[in-house]
C-alpha cells in the first residue's frame, strides 16, 4: 500500500516552489490561482527567448499541449533542451486522441526528452499506448481495455511516472499502483481541472524526492479539496470558488478525513 507523503502541502507552503507551466490559452488564469492557492508561486511563459531565464527560476516545468501550435512547439522543446532534466517536468498531452498533429508532438517530445510524469485522461493515456479507445473531445471518453495495464504500459514505455485520472485516478511508476477512489462529477463540469492538477503535482515533485509518491500525494490533495468543497455548495459557480478556499486551506488530517 502507498504511504502519501502527508508533509508535502506544508512543505510546499513553507517553500514557495516557482512552477513554470508552458499553458493551454484557455486555463491559464486557473491553473495559476490553483498554484497561488497551494503556496507556490506560478508563472507562465510564451517566448523562447526567455526560456533560459525561465528555467533557472523555475523549481518545475509543466508542458501543457491544450491549444499547441508551431510557435509552442519551439518553446516547449527550447524549454527542455534548457532544463536538461535538471528540474521535475510534467506533461499533460490533452486531447492527443483528437487529432494526429497533436499525438505526433506528445510522441515526439516523449522520445525526444525525458518526463517525470505524464498526467491525462483515459483517452490521452491509451492515444499513447496505441489502445483503441473513444475518445471525446478533452473528455476521458470510454472503452474496453484495461485502463490498470495501459497506465502500466505507458509509464514502462517512457521510463516515467503516469497519472490516469477519472472517476478512480491510478497512479503508476510502471511497477507500484495507487488507486483513487476520491472523485466529484464536478471535476468533469470544470474545464481546467486536468491542468490544475498537471501543474500542482509538478509543484509536489518540486519539494520531494520521491516522485512517486509526490503525484500519488498531489492526486489524492487535489481530489481532496474537490470533494470537501462539492459537499458544502449547491451549485458550479459556487464549487469554483470553494475548491480554491479547500486548495489553500486543507492540511493533512483532512486529506485523510476526506473519504
Known amino acids: 500500500m502507498t504511504t502519501l507523503q502527508l508533509n508535502l502541502p506544508k512543505l510546499v507552503r513553507q517553500q514557495n516552489p516557482v512552477v513554470l507551466t508552458i499553458a493551454n490559452t484557455v ?6 490561482d490553483g498554484l497561488s492557492a497551494i503556496g507556490t508561486s506560478p508563472i507562465m511563459s510564451i517566448a523562447p527567448q ?3 531565464e525561465m528555467v533557472a527560476l523555475a523549481n518545475a516545468i509543466t508542458i501543457n499541449l491544450g491549444t499547441i501550435n508551431k510557435e509552442q512547439v519551439n518553446e516547449i522543446t527550447t524549454v527542455l533542451k534548457e532544463n536538461q532534466n535538471q528540474k521535475p517536468v510534467v506533461l499533460d498531452p490533452v486531447a492527443i486522441g483528437a487529432s494526429q498533429y497533436r499525438l505526433t508532438v506528445a510522441k515526439g517530445l516523449l ?20 489502445v483503441n479507445w473513444s475518445s471525446h473531445g478533452i473528455d476521458g471518453g470510454s472503452g474496453q481495455a484495461n485502463l490498470h495495464e495501459i497506465a502500466k504500459n505507458v509509464a514502462q514505455a517512457y521510463n516515467c511516472i503516469v497519472v490516469l485520472t477519472g472517476k478512480t485516478d491510478i497512479v503508476t511508476d510502471g511497477n507500484n499502483e495507487f488507486i483513487n477512489h476520491l472523485s466529484t462529477n464536478y471535476f468533469t463540469t470544470n474545464i481546467g481541472s486536468g491542468d490544475m492538477l498537471s501543474s500542482i503535482i509538478a509543484a509536489y515533485l518540486s519539494v520531494s524526492d520521491t516522485p512517486y509518491l509526490a503525484a500519488c500525494t498531489a492526486t489524492k490533495f487535489f481530489t481532496a479539496a474537490g470533494v470537501k468543497a462539492a459537499r458544502e455548495v449547491t451549485g458550479f459557480g459556487q464549487w469554483q470558488v470553494k475548491l480554491m478556499d479547500e486548495l489553500a486551506t486543507l492540511n493533512s488530517n483532512e486529506v485523510l478525513s476526506v473519504l
Open 50 to 52: 526567455e526560456a533560459s
Open 27 to 32: 486555463t491559464p488564469a486557473k491553473v495559476a
Open 111 to 130: 522520445q525526444s526528452y525525458q518526463f517525470t510524469v505524464i498526467r491525462g485522461n483515459a483517452g490521452e493515456i491509451a492515444a499513447l499506448a496505441n
